[in-house]
């Protein structure tokens, strides 16, 4: 039988990384997200790099051949000369992979849904989830503790980000509507109704969605 995967993308405060996280725990699956980072080091053999740092600043994050150049030799899973965010992208994906042949999870971000797709194996549910810009202002905040202008910053700066690692490694645009089976507003919804929502269409038969 095969298993389930809902693959999040999300706008910059739009609560994301909550409604994943609610959604797992309400099915009982597993939630990977910023964890996929620290097991894709582990999985990659890359804790013991003196390039460690580099491979953690390159989650989500397109090549960027300046900044993350790497110095040492690579392994057999990393190889020479490649770039960090190239290296943790792919390794992260083989996990991504693994992952959903051996269990139902909930994964945000990463390329996941893009991927999975791919393979006959994984029903996949592909949910964008979207908020207001001032929900979102306000979202980031009230977490952070930030003024207006800082949230503003930072909103702008995280979404053309995601943007264009989703691009580089897709060559689909992270905004299109027709990549997406599910887009939810949090602004309307709240998350928790937002991870009811999910949860619901998570269970239900893929082929009538």
């Known amino acids: 039988m095969a298993h389930k995967a809902l693959c999040i993308n999300r706008l910059a405060g739009s609560g994301g990384h909550v409604v994943g996280e609610m959604v797992a725990k309400k099915l009982g699956i597993g939630y990977y997200d910023s ?4 097991m894709a080091v582990e999985y990659g053999g890359l804790l013991e790099s003196s390039q460690l740092q580099k491979y953690l600043d390159a989650d989500e994050k397109m090549p960027n051949k300046a900044f993350f150049k ?12 490649s770039s960090a965010s190239d290296s943790i992208y792919e390794i992260q994906q083989k996990l991504i992979r693994e992952l959903a042949n051996r269990e139902d999870c909930v994964i945000v971000g990463r390329c996941a849904g ?3 797709s791919a393979m006959e194996n994984v029903d996949v549910l592909k949910v964008f989830i979207m908020a207001p810009h001032d929900f979102r ?3 980031i905040m009230a977490k952070y503790d930030w003024t207006k202008r800082e949230a503003e910053h930072e909103i702008k700066k995280l979404d053309r980000r995601r943007k264009d690692y989703f691009y580089n490694y897709t060559r689909k645009d992270w905004l299109d509507n027709e990549i997406y089976d599910v887009i939810v507003n949090t602004g309307s919804l709240g998350f928790e109704r937002s991870a009811e929502l999910l949860a619901g269409f998570f ?7």
Request: charged residues 25%.
């Open 35 to 38: 964890n996929l980072l620290q």
């Open 114 to 116: 893009e991927t999975l």
């Open 70 to 81: 790497l110095l040492d030799e690579g392994n057999e899973n990393v190889p020479k000369g």
């Open 203 to 209: 269970t239900m038969d893929p082929t009538i969605l």
């Open 137 to 139: 202002v306000d979202t």
